[in-house]
């Protein structure tokens, strides 16, 4: 439903869940400023309001809403960045009468619109305590040496669009630059200007939701439909290496599979993701960690909304070679056809068991219907299945023609260690 220019309602009424989900998506073009001023936000959003100044007085406030749930996060789609409001609570049916949707709206309204402000910023302690704790998280993600090589190895990827490797946690040089009534103003600016998404799935009266959102008088903004996906060109293939005191290595790649997002051959690279390393049953994990005993893990990943497809091993430095030629064999070996129609099969089956588990998730739903609204399109889950169901293997074989690589990074461990 249409509430204002930029502004829109997606009301799925359902019986099936006995909790209502909401989700409030404010989404701009990504960027790596924009990113670390998200993340900051979140953390500030989620543990502090003028209403509630203090975490405590948010979790009573909650405990008072039959124990409802509330969360800030970030997350990014492609060339779209989405800074997220989401809560869940009971439904009304089971609280003796209470208005709780009703109730939960109002509570929403207050965090968004209300932050915990004054004279133009943040409240200063509440700020800096928040940027401290981010920027130690940061620096401590970086013991998580897959974490910190699959980061590098983006660095070499999307060197010519940084905003796409940026980590969801933001940048750390970039957020210790910002300032308090910087932040703020660009949290009014967000507030004004930003697309809104306003999601809830539960058994509800979308005409009550209508009139609940109305109090808000939310401001009409510019609506446009946004770019999603990026298109990377194939480049001459790059190499980074590091050597750190480590036990176990990490090798990662990042091949360009130029195959996106709900297009003509979607559904065919998702397969040839679950048969090449994305399920446990893949050829990777077979044939690299169990068969020849050369990874202590492997995996792949496919994201359709920048065509990459990334390869994740934790190896014994040693096996580096050993480990880069059985990649590529079983890569060559999908690109040839040889690929064993029972492993092919259990693969179908299990993208179709998870795409059936989400179903029964209400956040599943949610981000899927956020989702459906960025790219302007909705796949019901009979077509889905549909899809999936009609790929074959000499479809996978062709979509594997097309994978090349484009950068590789070795996160080598210390041999003195």
């Known amino acids: 439903m249409h509430v204002t220019d930029g502004v829109t309602l997606n009301v799925i009424a359902t019986p099936q869940f006995k909790t209502t989900s909401i989700s409030i998506d404010f989404l701009a073009p990504v960027s790596t400023q924009g990113l670390s001023q998200r993340i900051l936000l979140a953390q500030l959003l989620e543990t502090s309001s003028a209403d509630y100044p203090t975490q405590t007085a948010l979790a009573k406030k909650l405990a008072t809403l039959y124990g409802a749930s509330y969360g800030v996060n970030v997350y990014r789609y492609g060339m779209i960045n989405g800074l997220r409001f989401s809560s869940s609570i009971i439904n009304d049916h089971f609280a003796n009468g209470e208005h709780l ?3 939960i ?16 910023q943040f409240d ?19 013991d998580d040496k897959q974490y910190y ?35 703020y103003a660009y949290y009014q600016q967000l507030l004004a200007t930003d697309d809104i998404k306003i999601t809830i799935i539960g058994d509800v009266n979308a005409d009550e939701i209508k009139r609940d959102i109305a109090d808000w008088q939310l401001a009409p903004r510019t609506s446009k439909q946004q770019a999603i996906i990026y298109h990377r ?53 077979k044939n690299v960690r169990e068969k020849n005993s050369l990874a202590y893990y492997a995996s792949s990943r496919f994201d359709g909304f920048t065509g990459t497809l990334s390869v994740q091993a934790g190896i014994d430095q040693h096996n580096q070679q050993a480990v880069l030629d059985i990649i590529a064999e079983q890569l060559e070996d999908i690109a040839n ?9 259990q693969v179908v089956a299990s993208l179709i068991n998870n795409h059936e588990s989400r179903q029964d998730s209400p956040r599943a739903v949610v981000n899927q219907s956020v989702l459906d609204q960025m790219v302007g399109s909705t796949v019901p889950a009979s077509e889905w299945l549909t899809h999936i169901q009609a790929v074959t293997p000499e479809q996978v074989a062709a979509i594997a023609q097309q994978v090349t690589l484009q ?11």
């Open 101 to 103: 949707t009703q109730a």
């Open 105 to 120: 709206f109002s509570f929403l309204k207050q965090v968004i619109f209300r932050p915990l402000a004054a004279d133009g």
């Open 124 to 142: 200063a302690t509440t700020f800096d305590r928040q940027k401290v704790n981010l920027i130690a998280y940061l620096k401590s993600l970086n």
């Open 149 to 183: 090589a699959e980061r590098e190895l983006f660095d070499l990827y999307f060197k010519d669009q940084p905003e796409l490797a940026t980590s969801l946690y933001g940048d750390e040089p970039t957020i210790e630059e910002l300032g308090n009534a910087d932040l």
């Open 233 to 285: 060109p194939v480049q001459t293939a790059v190499t980074g290496s590091e050597t750190q005191p480590l036990q176990q290595s990490k090798l990662n790649l990042a091949y360009q599979l130029p195959v996106y997002y709900r297009d003509a051959h979607f559904y065919e690279a998702l397969v040839f993701n679950g048969l090449f390393g994305g399920t446990p049953i893949s050829m990777l994990f």
């Open 337 to 345: 056809g040889k690929i064993d129609e029972e492993v092919f099969n």
């Open 407 to 417: 950068a590789t990074y070795f996160l080598k461990g210390d041999e003195s260690r």
